[in-house]
């Protein structure tokens, strides 16, 4: 494996979205259910998602392109959702904080 900027980006996304597990993981206890709660448990799926995802960043160069498309696009469509619903989530916190 190149040790290159790239691959160094690669392993410091990982790092990140391991963090972001951890602490939408960690978050989970402190929510009840209602609006929040089954979106928290969304966010925590398409976290786990993106986790897996950054973590084959190091074998893209090894994939076929048909394959590495693929998963580009997979990506992408989940990164679509998890902000659809993390804007949902801020919305409903929004609302129930103004009720």
């Known amino acids: 494996m190149q040790l290159d900027m790239i691959t160094i980006l ?3 996304a990982v790092l990140i979205m391991l963090i972001n597990l951890f602490q939408v993981i960690s978050l989970k206890s402190q ?3 209602g609006v929040v709660g089954k ?6 799926i398409l976290v786990v998602l993106f986790a ?3 973590m084959i960043l190091p074998f893209l160069a090894t994939m076929p ?3 590495l498309r693929s998963i580009v ?3 992408l469509f989940f990164g679509a959702i998890y902000v659809l619903v993390t ?6 916190i929004i609302r129930e904080l103004s009720s």
């Open 73 to 75: 696009s997979l990506i």
């Open 10 to 12: 690669g392993f410091g």
């Open 65 to 67: 392109v048909e394959t």
């Open 39 to 44: 979106s928290w448990n969304v966010m925590i």
């Open 87 to 92: 804007i949902r989530l801020i919305y409903g």
């Open 52 to 54: 897996a995802g950054y």
């Open 31 to 33: 929510i009840t259910g």
